[in-house]
């Protein structure tokens, strides 16, 4: 996986090429949705212990654009672009290319997965106040001048992907149709009716994945670090919003607190969500649709060099009746 000493030694030669006596330790992997991952710390001489993290890129694959390249590049840019601007963000330090593939070295960030330890939290205790911060956080990225922000990456030669509905929806229907899943493309077909009447927002900077798991929290339970942004770019404000909606309800069941998350939302940034059952819909089918893509890969052999590959496909009936769900619901709901 690209995790030895050596490699991690090199990394960190690449990122502090003036530090003398460097040494890393204390090599732990971490588990990551979309990247295998792992902590340790670096040392030099005269400096304390610096936990980081190195996150490989040997599959960038999601659920809008699989293999996608660039991402370790593009996701430092995106970290660097948003440094000093109270996102809670980790820090970037550099990346590379090495023969175990492309990486990223990251601060490694206090604090732990908000549902940790398992079957020692209150969800309904807990949640409410870590998604008013999600949500205070959501719109201060949408607030950022899109100019600025693409400037600011545009200095490293990267350049965001800009995403319509229309573009995800067609690159997702001929990924299902390759895979013969003619129940995933007539989704698609319904859901880019639903999307068809709607007016997309000016493309503004999207987390992409703003799922409340990329969230960290410290001890006392407020958000000490906003992760995971090799999915970034510019797009409706709605996207997030409804990666939100749909982890709070089709994870959790959460239903009144996705719709306050809405509310709260609008309140924010002063733009009431418009059609939030439809959009939902949309990121409930897209994942069905990554879901049925996945699976057929692995049925036809192909590598699948992506840590939550065996859970996606494991799920793809819990996919499928969630997308329906959202479906038949934003269907119900009309424009």
């Known amino acids: 996986m690209g995790f030895t000493s050596d490699h991690l030694l090199n990394v960190c030669r690449a990122a502090f090429p003036d530090r003398e006596g460097l040494t890393a330790e204390g090599v732990n992997p971490l588990e990551g949705n979309h990247h295998p991952m792992a902590v340790f710390f670096a040392r030099w001489a005269g400096g304390a212990a610096r936990p980081l993290i190195l996150r490989r890129y ?154 409340i798991t990329n969230l960290l929290v410290s001890r006392d339970g407020k958000v000490a670090g906003w992760i995971d942004w090799d999915e970034a770019a510019l797009g409706d404000p709605s996207w997030d919003v409804a990666a939100l909606v749909n982890s709070l309800r089709g994870d959790y069941q959460m239903h009144a607190l996705a719709a306050r998350a809405v509310a709260d939302y609008g309140r924010e940034t002063l733009r009431p969500v418009r059609a939030i059952a439809a959009w939902t819909a949309l990121i409930a089918v897209l994942r069905w649709a990554f879901s049925a893509w996945l699976r057929d890969e692995a049925q036809r052999g192909h590598s699948l060099d992506f840590p939550a590959a065996e859970r996606f496909i494991e799920g793809y009936s819990s996919h499928r009746a969630w997308a329906m769900e959202m479906l038949d619901e934003a269907e119900a709901s009309g424009p």
């Open 58 to 211: 040997s599959a960038a694959w999601n659920a809008r654009s699989p293999g996608q390249g660039n991402a370790a590049a593009r996701e430092f840019a995106v970290l660097r672009a948003l440094e000093g601007r109270d996102l809670l963000a980790p820090r970037a330090h550099a990346h590379g290319t090495d023969d175990a593939g492309d990486w990223l070295l990251l601060d490694a960030l206090p604090g732990r997965n908000w549902w940790l330890p398992l079957g020692m939290v209150d969800f309904d205790k807990t949640l409410p106040g870590i998604v008013r911060e999600q949500v205070r956080l959501l719109a201060r990225l949408h607030s950022l001048d899109p100019a600025e922000i693409g400037n600011a990456i545009s200095a490293f030669g990267l350049s965001l992907p800009v995403l319509s509905v229309s573009g995800v929806v067609e690159a997702a229907r001929q990924r299902v149709r390759a895979a013969g899943d003619g129940d995933a493309a007539t989704a698609l077909d319904r859901v880019a009716a639903l999307m068809a009447g709607l007016e997309e927002s000016q493309p503004r900077l999207i987390h992409g994945d703003a799922d």
